[in-house]
């Protein structure tokens, strides 16, 4: 049986998200990602995708495009609330699924649709944990039973610095007691990140999360090194906070305003199985450009990740007008004065390794790194931690 050096991918969703796996799947080095098919909510928006990335198959809807037989690999790029039953309908269609992070979320599923918004964040956070929870775990049965591997989308996991402080960790023999992650930046101005009915939460969802899969992928692989087992999450105590409202007690902001119902400050401590901590944070109250760090405090090691920034390169300029036009990192408010662009930002986000992998283990049959019980577990650890905030207590997994 020859090897096969290529994965048919079809990609759903043409936004943001879309565009960075379209530049990241023609890249992968040993197998290759090839983007067979695009389908969108307009067909519009689908056409210039596929004009863009000169995709062959532009498909009307899901359905279309899940009836391809060269299409192996969905790679869903859809809002929240679409995830599970388009990840269910791919797995049955005999498709391995890509989904991005959160895995699922609370979005008002058990409400009517014609709900108003206050009524799906006014839900109790012990049904939202229960409903996100159930959903999760419904992607991993699904996908099992139809035996495809359903993949969690979680970049960090890949990113270099976390690639290679895995690597130093199992090699040190010792322990990670204190993780420390954060993903800061000023803030989503999309009117759809400023409603629970859309995001399914605030910061702690959209970018605590990401500190979250790592910590939980790093503690998993070190139980095993260590004892044969993986160290489990096992409590989560945490705090949610709009702080944009104390802004506007200053003379200006330059942060986003205006969250409706969401937190953009959300911090949670887990206690591991092992008895060592984490702790993670989300906030949309920093100026500068993402901020995107991992530290690991262990027995006998010491290990600080920079996803971003980072100053492989330093830049100046006087004025905007120097470099216009150029991104110098994802968030940046200005391209004048000193910044640090970063080379490639796809490769150092990790972004570019986790469609490798994912095209590598569909084309080997060898499990991703990142998959969906991972998913399922930091779903499980956001929706607890926001329990844990609605009644100020420690909330047990």
């Known amino acids: 049986m020859s090897e096969q050096t290529s994965v048919g991918v079809g990609v759903v969703g043409a936004g943001f998200l879309a565009e960075t796996r379209a530049r990241c799947y023609p890249r992968t080095s040993g197998v290759r ?14 056409a210039a995708f596929g004009e863009r990335h000169d995709v062959a198959n532009v498909c009307a809807n899901l359905d279309e495009l899940l009836a391809l037989p060269e299409v192996q690999l969905v790679d869903l790029c859809v809002p929240n609330h ?10 049955r269609a005999g498709k391995h699924v ?8 609370y979005v008002g599923q058990d409400l009517p649709a014609d709900a108003p918004d206050e009524a799906v964040s006014a839900t109790p956070r012990a049904k939202m944990l229960e409903l996100a929870v159930a959903d999760a775990q419904a992607m991993v049965d699904t996908a099992k039973e139809n035996g495809v591997q359903l993949m969690y989308g979680e970049n960090w996991v890949y990113a270099p610095s976390i690639r290679r402080a895995r690597e130093l960790l199992l090699a040190s023999g010792g322990v990670a007691l204190e993780l420390r992650g954060w993903e800061s930046h000023n803030g989503s101005h999309s009117p759809y990140s400023k409603l629970w009915r859309y995001t399914g939460g605030g910061a702690l969802i959209r970018l605590a ?24 999450p096992v409590a989560v105590t945490c705090e949610v906070a709009d702080l944009s409202l104390a802004a506007a007690r200053g003379s200006s902001t330059h942060i986003a305003t205006g969250w409706k119902d969401v937190e953009n400050w959300g911090s949670c401590v887990i206690a591991f199985s092992d008895g060592t901590r984490g702790v993670a944070l989300g906030s949309d109250n920093q100026l500068g450009g993402m901020e995107s760090k991992l530290e690991l405090s262990g027995s006998n090691f010491n290990l600080k990740c920079n996803l971003s920034p980072n100053d492989l390169l330093r830049s100046y300029a006087p004025d905007e007008s120097v470099f216009e036009g150029e991104t110098m990192m994802e968030k940046a408010s200005t391209n004048a004065g000193w910044n640090t662009p970063i080379p490639s930002e796809d490769w150092s986000s990790g972004h570019l390794a986790m469609c490798e992998d994912f095209v590598t283990a569909v084309a080997t049959g060898r499990p991703a790194l990142s998959d969906g019980e991972l998913g399922l577990a930091v779903t ?13 207590r420690r909330v047990e997994l």
């Open 33 to 46: 990602g090839r983007i067979v098919a695009v389908a969108s909510r307009t067909r519009e928006s689908a």
């Open 82 to 91: 679409l995830h599970r039953p388009f990840a269910e309908a791919a797995a």
């Open 98 to 105: 890509v989904c991005t992070k959160p895995l699922t979320a």
């Open 209 to 232: 999360a990401h500190p979250i899969g790592a910590m939980l992928h790093l503690k998993h692989v070190e139980g095993l090194a260590l004892d044969g087992e993986p160290v489990m």
């Open 380 to 392: 499980r650890v956001v929706y607890a931690a926001y329990l844990s905030a609605e009644e100020g």
